[in-house]
């Protein structure tokens, strides 16, 4: 997942925990249309609202952002 943009790993993720977009905006409280927006890249992603999301995928901050 390397090349990917941090929205297309976080659709990656998502899929890979059986997730839908629903789902995970509801559990990470973010509303849909930004959850949607994230993944497509069109929006800027706040270091809180990613570790919401990586928290409720299980997965590290790091490994979210591939720092």
């Given at each position: ?51 919401k ?7 590290s ?7």
């Amino acid at each position: 997942m390397e090349s990917m943009q941090l929205g297309q790993r976080i659709r990656a993720f998502r899929k890979l925990k059986g997730f839908t977009q629903q789902e995970l905006a509801h559990q990470t409280g973010i509303s849909l249309a930004i959850l949607g927006a994230i993944e497509r890249g069109n929006r800027h992603v706040e270091d809180q609202i990613l570790i919401k999301i990586s928290d409720c995928l299980g997965i590290s901050l790091q490994e979210l952002k591939l720092e």
